[in-house]
């Protein structure tokens, strides 16, 4: 019956279902949204690693703001020989890596790429770094200690490069310095925080410190530490920062200068931002729905007013006030799940269609969906509460006469 009073109008029943179906699509697309973005956020902070250690000059997270800017940038960088160092001095470790970055034009037989990033490497970097390789090999032992003229591409890199041709053998130039390519990086795929393997070039660090000086200000470097076997992460951490704060001689009330970054610092301030994010979607959606369900209650009242002969007649057959609030009721929570199945369908023609403009994929996930069934439910309900109740209660003599 109450699927029938929804046919016997469709023109009135889709007018009422406009103000569900935009409600349900902009809650559901920017809870699509959200979760997306995070979604591609956290995987491109789990690729960072997330039981290793980072020194660097600057913090991830966090800058202290009574500790001047001027201060972060004075501060000395890390070294090729502090890494030594520290694999010296910290048991804890089970790999240390150094590794130094700078952008340098790659060029293949006229064809020439600028600011590509270039990146120097010490031989465990393999050890801390999950390395997936689409052709060829990675840098060897060997060349590493010999700072052999080699490297390995990024995918993107190696795309643009050299196009379809095999990359393995072929002799690139980086700064006019010819260097034989050993192996292709796989395809890490474009985030919003970048792709952070596809568009570099890896070479040896005893290589790249002939083409570049080390000290150099302007070039960046970080110290990677990963821990023996299950060691927590924190009690390295206090390790690395005593052996850090020896290595600079810095005295106990010195103010450190160099930071130690895990990637656990971005999780926690991207979780926060996602928390707000998620927070504004709900009202945003929540007032767009609300606008929704005063458009189910009208086309409901109006419903009754037009059905009232036909529920003084059901009254009169032997049907209790019950079964006419349920009738009512459940006609309001059909019309407002049918606006939410074609507000689903709109978020996932966006989701597509965004998809294939921006740099990581929108999904419209199971939860989200049930999200919106849920809320769109619950609309049905609280908007047909009230006319389903003044049906129930019409008089079954004065309905039979229309009024």
């Given at each position: ?197 596809d568009e570099c070039v890896f070479v040896p660090l005893l290589f790249f410190r002939t083409i570049y000086s080390l000290s150099d200000p302007d070039l960046y470097s970080e110290v990677i530490v990963k821990p023996k076997g299950r060691i927590p992460l924190g009690m390295v951490r206090e390790e690395l920062t005593g052996v850090m704060r020896a290595l600079r001689r810095l005295r106990p009330f010195d103010e450190e200068n160099f930071s130690i970054n895990q990637t656990d610092m971005l999780v926690r301030e991207v979780s926060g931002i996602f928390t707000v994010l998620h927070a504004v979607a709900l009202i945003l959606g929540g007032i767009s729905i609300f606008i929704g369900g005063f458009g189910v209650a009208n086309i409901m009242f109006v419903s009754v007013k037009e059905r009232t002969v036909q529920i003084g007649i059901q009254k009169a ?87």
């Open positions: 019956m109450a699927s029938s009073g929804l046919r016997s109008d469709k023109l009135r029943t889709l007018l009422s279902l406009s103000g569900v179906v935009i409600g349900i699509f902009t809650i559901i697309s920017v809870l699509a949204a959200v979760d997306s973005l995070q979604k591609d956020i956290r995987r491109s902070l789990e690729n960072l690693g997330s039981r290793v250690l980072f020194v660097s000059k600057w913090p991830w997270s966090g800058m202290n703001a009574e500790y001047p800017w001027w201060k972060y940038l004075s501060r000395p960088s890390p070294t090729w020989q502090e890494a030594d160092e520290i694999r010296r001095r910290l048991p804890l470790a089970e790999n240390v890596v150094f590794r130094i970055e700078t952008t340098a034009p790659v060029e293949y037989q006229g064809h020439e790429l600028n600011n590509v990033s270039l990146e120097g490497i010490t031989p465990d970097y393999t050890k801390v770094w999950e390395v997936n390789l689409a052709e060829g090999r990675f840098l060897s032992e060997t060349e590493f200690h010999l700072g052999s003229p080699v490297a390995v591409l990024g995918h993107t890199v190696a795309k643009e490069l050299l196009g379809n041709q095999k990359a393995e053998g072929r002799i690139i130039r980086i700064r006019n310095r010819p260097v034989r390519v050993v192996g292709v990086l796989a395809r890490e795929g474009r985030s919003l925080l970048g792709g952070f393997t057959l032997g049907a209790t006030p019950a079964f006419i609030l349920w009738q009512f009721l459940l006609e309001a929570v059909i019309l407002a799940l049918v606006g939410c199945a074609v507000g689903l369908v709109l978020v996932w023609v966006a989701t597509h269609i965004a998809s294939a403009f921006l740099n990581f994929r929108m999904t419209l996930s199971g939860l989200n969906i049930v999200i919106g069934m849920v809320i769109s439910a619950l609309t049905g309900l609280f908007a047909g509460l009230a006319p389903a109740r003044a049906a129930a209660r019409l008089s079954p003599v004065e309905a039979m006469r229309g009024y």
